[in-house]
């Protein structure tokens, strides 16, 4: 018999509460802005690091984040401490250490999009979330340097946008989910 997965639970400053609806400024009922530059605050529930369990290579991830660093490695022991880290900035630490699988380069889009399409499932508290931002372009605005899942809004970064690679990715599932589409290939992103 294989190792068997630690059952817990993260911190519960992510998790949605039941009756939750799009904030923003000026209330849930107000207009989503045309662009949202930081998955924070209002916004969380975009972040690879926002809580919510998804299922994921036949094992329940706490975030998107845990998954995705699982998805890097083929070996299960790999995937089970991946999964088992306390906290989505742990996983992604100890993913950067892990032997990665031999078509990571080529297959890493695609994955994303699918964790992502799992996370924002249609009729799904945050699927209906993703769609209420509307046709806000999603742009994950971040402080550390990293200008290809999102774009650095540090002075140094002040004059080259990021690629945006996580914030285009979840456009395309919102599109998906709008449109009632199955997921498709995320390989033009």
Not at 27 to 33: E, K, T, V
Not at 65 to 85: I, M, T, V
Not at 165 to 189: H, Q
Request: proline content about 8%; overall charge positive.
């Amino acid at each position: 018999m294989g190792p068997k997965a630690l059952k817990r639970k993260a911190p519960d400053t992510n998790e949605m509460p039941a009756d939750a609806k799009l904030p923003g400024p000026g209330g849930p009922s107000a207009s989503p802005p045309s662009e949202i530059t930081s998955f924070r605050g209002d916004y969380n529930f975009l972040s690879n690091f926002f809580h919510s369990p998804i299922v994921y290579d036949g094992l329940e991830f706490p975030t998107v984040e845990h998954a995705f660093q699982a998805a890097k490695c083929l070996d299960q022991a790999s995937k089970l401490k991946l999964l088992n880290c306390n906290s989505p900035t742990i996983a992604k630490r100890v993913g950067r250490k892990v032997s990665l699988r031999p078509d990571w380069e080529r297959v890493k889009m695609d994955i994303m999009h699918d964790i992502l399409a799992l996370k924002f499932a249609p009729n799904s508290q945050l699927g209906n979330l993703l769609l209420a931002t509307g046709n806000a372009e999603l742009i994950e605005g971040n402080a550390w340097h990293d200008n290809v899942w999102g774009s650095c809004v540090c002075p140094k970064h002040k004059n080259s946008p990021g690629q945006n690679k996580l914030g285009k990715l979840i456009m395309g599932v919102r599109d998906e989910l709008r449109s009632g589409e199955k997921p498709s290939s995320a390989s033009n992103v």
